[in-house]
RNA sequence: GGAGAAUUAGCUCAGCUGGUUCAGAGCAUCUGCCUUACAAGCAGAGGGUCACUGGUUCGAACCCAGUAUUCUCCACCA
């Protein structure tokens, strides 16, 4: 036989993705059947493949395949994101690398450039999902910065702006002194840092007095509007009205009272500088305070500052307080544990900056898409993340949608000399609108800014369908809405409500029915996988090592729904193994030789039974896809597989050496077979196409590929058989159990008697013999004297071994049993004798403690005489 | 500071509205096997005071309260 003895999937995987391709098994056209719609969420376009990457697009891979051999019109979008910030930064400090600063570019002469590195490594990631067997319609493949999907974000810009959502106002924001822009609360995260608690003097004007107050930022001093304090706080009554002396720059500001201000905190004392912290914003506003603001867009300090111009933030902080220190004025320094927001694509530390930026209002336009998950018409999965997602929609702010960058789609705002604006899809309408308005119109130019990434993100299950500009047309209407969305909870936020709120502004619907939400992949020690870490195998490499089968099924193996998973490579070598597995069931169905005789009963009830183990099976199968555990749908097909399929019933039918099988079952086998292949398909795409394809199960057309063969659909379950089968595998397995501990070999057959009471074991007892390895198979009506016996059910077997059985040690064994017996008896009696208990408990649960005392008692019986012939 | 979740075998997790089994699976472990598909395998076995303490109930891994530990999200305390 020339076939390997393991399974290779290099060749396969190549061989079957491009016949795939070439076969158009992928492509999507609307037609008269049910849509199955997923798009992906969008990689960034600077990403390369991680294992998150890989979890999320193999959970879409699996639906999605198996939606495609449901019959249904499987459509799955792919895509990438522009993401504006990362992707900026990244063309930007490779232009450094060239010698290039931004600065000495212009817009038009930027983007050209980061337009050229897109074409060269956008593609990288999508590629990469190749590998992954992804069967995405890669010709519906799309960019959020596509001229299409563009014009999308603006029209919605406009109709939002119209629609009075939008509006540009001067605010605090979080402002990434790196990437020099504005970023959304959603992209800063909070880090708890070590930091110096600065207590700082003041001199209270025309006295010898000060007043302390602590600060980790003495950089911003310069910038106090005001020092606040309680009015109720006793300590400081004296000073109310006075006014202090900043240090260093000797400027003179009022001391302000209000109840914001935390007596227990510090020293009761707060600096206000209002143009570098939110609260002390807030104070300013209602204080009507001077806004200094003493910082570049950079973070270095401005000459507001007056002193130390030019420095960084940082070091002007570790100058100033050696200043202070210099002239006396801090009183103690302190360490100090506090939270510090850093940019999410960036990583700067964030600075509360007050600066002109557009906004969208969100209190109207969250309220929709809240309803869409409280009601339930979206379903989050897990359901554990309704709750925040509850939280958040019902507290949103409104959203930060300017970024201080080229790479992305630029604001349609227009500025005339006056610097008056208006909103406008180009230029000339610009004008129109100027003119309209009665304003000036010449020299106008356009906003600088570009909109946040997640504004167009947002759009995305719309605008890949061209939805936005072209509501009516066909595809649209005939694959939104999607049906599942798969993605991180990191992005929930971020990316998932806004595509409920924008889809609910166009269309009025959610554009989507489930969202799964898939954990995050930690390694061993629980930590989260990232680059950065270098604690992340390569997914490419994986695949190398393991198969692309063998790693989806790991992947797959160990990823509940919204669990983290920690991942290990011992869960790819399973999947591999698995994949070996079916690779030799394959071999040894091939191998057989056939014979022109009919198949005897047993090998017709072994099908009879595997039959009905499969129809049940897929039951189970179904009930976990419809509830997405994906991985207790594969665990289900592992056993199935393994257990069932090669364990027991090929063990049942297999010829003995070199004998030919019989045609009948030859061909049932290989149904058999067709339908497992087709079970795992969606898992394990490769192999799966590569031994359907195998001359073994006939001639195949073209397109007769496993990828749009049928799913297998419900049977007939034979109950009985199924029951009665169990038994026959406990006997067998109680069999080799006394072989094992008796050390005896398997090779020597042993005599069984069964004494048989319920079950007919005609069709079976073939079975038993060969599995079993049974010399010789009696049905006995009474005991077999100095035999080793056990109870398969209430069936009393005997096995009669050459050496003289050790009595004691079975006069042990069932004095053992028997006891367990009698505790189980007592307490079931105790139940049924508890007058609350029968009367409260349901009657088929009372009915069942009888059968289980019923039960126990016969094999009591039996086994008490069993004792009784012992001796 | 607020909210949510988790805690079941060495590991990763099931256990659906409390009532078939003094709790199941996969992996790992142990024992015996190179048995003519597969040692990436076969056969068999062992392994758990269901975090802790109380409570509700005829009955609790499951419900309630508290404690401990862990995780996640949210929040402006200088």
């Not at 694959?479 to 971020?494: K, M, S």
């Not at 695949?543 to 790991?554: C, N, W």
Request: hydrophobic letters at 40%; a negative charge.
């Amino acid at each position: 036989m020339s076939i390997a003895k393991t399974y290779n999937p290099k060749e396969a995987e190549d061989k079957w993705y491009s016949y795939w391709m070439e076969n158009g098994f992928f492509r999507s056209t609307p037609d008269e059947r049910e849509p199955y719609t997923i798009v992906m969420p969008p990689p960034n376009v600077t990403g390369v493949l991680h294992m998150g990457h890989m979890l999320n697009n193999t959970i879409q891979d699996v639906l999605i395949r198996r939606a495609r051999m449901q019959g249904k019109n499987a459509c799955w979008v792919p895509g990438t994101d522009h993401a504006s910030i990362a992707t900026e930064a990244k063309v930007v400090a490779m232009l450094k690398e060239q010698g290039i600063d931004k600065k000495s570019l212009s817009r038009e002469d930027f983007l050209k450039h980061a337009w050229e590195w897109k074409e060269k490594y956008g593609g990288i990631i999508l590629k990469q999902l190749e590998k992954l067997g992804a069967s995405c319609d890669w010709e519906r493949t799309k960019f959020t910065m596509d001229a299409d999907l563009s014009e999308s974000v603006i029209d919605t810009f406009i109709k939002f702006y119209k629609e009075g959502y939008i509006y540009r106002g001067v605010r605090m924001v979080n402002w990434d002194p790196q990437g020099k822009t504005a970023l959304s609360d959603e992209e800063v995260i909070r880090r708890e840092v070590n930091q110096k608690l600065y207590y700082i003097r003041y001199n209270i004007k025309d006295s010898n007095e000060f007043i302390i107050i602590a600060t980790t930022r003495p950089e911003t001093i310069m910038a106090d509007a005001a020092i606040c304090i309680n009015p109720s706080d006793e300590r400081y009554t004296h000073l109310k009205g006075k006014t202090v002396i900043i240090p260093l720059i000797n400027r003179e500001i009022p001391i302000i009272e209000d109840e914001y201000v935390d007596i227990e905190f510090g020293t009761g004392c707060l600096k206000v500088t209002p143009a570098h912290d939110l609260n002390d914003y807030a104070l300013g506003q209602k204080h009507n305070l001077e806004i200094i603001d003493l910082l570049n867009d950079d973070g270095t300090l401005n000459a507001h500052a007056q002193i130390l111009v030019g420095e960084d933030r940082f070091i002007a902080r570790k100058k100033i307080a050696k200043l202070l220190e210099e002239v006396d004025q801090i009183e103690k320094i302190e360490d100090y544990k506090s939270q510090v927001g850093f940019s999410e694509r960036t990583d700067a530390a964030i600075e509360p900056k007050l600066s002109m930026q557009w906004w969208c209002k969100m209190d109207k336009l969250a309220q929709p898409a809240l309803d869409y998950v409280v009601s339930g018409e979206v379903n989050l999965i897990p359901d554990k993340f309704t709750s925040s997602y509850k939280h958040w929609m019902e507290n949103v702010k409104d959203w930060c949608i300017s970024r201080q960058l080229w790479w992305g789609q630029r604001i349609p705002a227009w500025y005339n000399e006056k610097n008056e604006w208006v909103v406008a899809k180009t230029e000339s309408e610009a004008i129109t609108e100027f003119e309209s308005q009665g304003k000036v119109s010449s020299n106008i130019r356009q906003e600088e800014d570009v909109l946040d990434t997640w504004f167009s993100s947002g759009l995305w299950p719309m605008s890949v369908f061209d939805g936005v500009r072209n509501p009516e047309n066909e595809e649209f209407n005939y694959y939104y809405p999607t049906n599942d969305l798969v993605t991180a909870p990191e992005i929930l936020f971020f990316w998932v409500a806004r595509m409920m709120i924008m889809g609910h502004e166009y269309t009025g619907k959610a554009p989507f029915k489930n969202v799964y939400l898939t954990g995050i992949v930690r390694d061993k020690l629980g930590r989260k996988m990232s680059k950065s870490l270098g604690n992340s195998p390569d997914p490419i490499e994986l695949m190398a090592q393991y198969g692309t089968d063998g790693v989806r099924v790991g992947m797959l193996l160990s990823s509940p729904a919204g669990n983290d998973l920690m991942f290990d490579v011992s869960y790819c070598e399973q999947g591999r193994n698995f994949a070996n597995k079916i690779w030799n069931a394959f071999r040894l169905v091939k191998g057989w030789e056939t014979a022109n005789t009919p198949a005897n009963e047993a090998q017709k009830t072994a099908a009879k039974w595997f039959e009905s183990k499969f129809n049940a099976t897929l039951i189970e199968i179904e009930d976990h896809f419809n509830h997405y555990r994906l991985s207790d749908a594969l665990m289900s097909t592992y056993k199935l597989v393994w257990d069932d399929f090669c364990a027991w019933y090929l063990e049942l039918v297999k010829p003995a050496y070199q004998a030919p099988i019989e045609m009948e079952t030859f061909e049932v086998v290989k149904g058999f077979f067709k339908r497992i292949l087709t079970l795992v398909h969606p898992f394990m795409p490769f192999l799966s196409e590569e031994l359907w394809h195998d001359e073994l199960f006939g001639e195949r057309d073209v397109k007769d590929c496993i990828i749009v063969a049928e799913y297998p659909k419900g049977g007939n379950i034979d109950q009985k058989i199924i029951k009665e089968f169990t038994f026959v595998q406990q006997i067998i397995s109680e069999v080799r159990n006394i072989r094992n501990t008796k050390q005896i070999s398997p090779k020597i057959a042993l005599p069984l008697a069964i004494n048989a009471t319920e079950i007919d074991f005609t069709n079976y007892q073939e079975s038993i013999i060969k599995l079993a390895n049974i010399e010789q198979l009696t049905f006995v009506q009474e005991k077999v004297a100095g035999a080793v016996s056990f109870l398969a059910g209430k069936e009393e077997c005997y096995v009669a071994l050459e050496e003289n059985i050790d009595v004691d040690a079975e006069r042990e064994r069932i004095t053992k049993e028997i006891d367990y017996l009698k505790g189980f008896l007592f307490s079931v009696d105790k139940k049924l004798s508890n007058e609350r208990f029968v009367q409260n408990a349901k009657p088929e649960i009372i009915q069942n403690e009888q059968n289980k005392k019923a039960d126990a008692e016969s094999k009591m019986k039996i086994l008490a005489e069993s004792l009784a012939s012992l001796s």
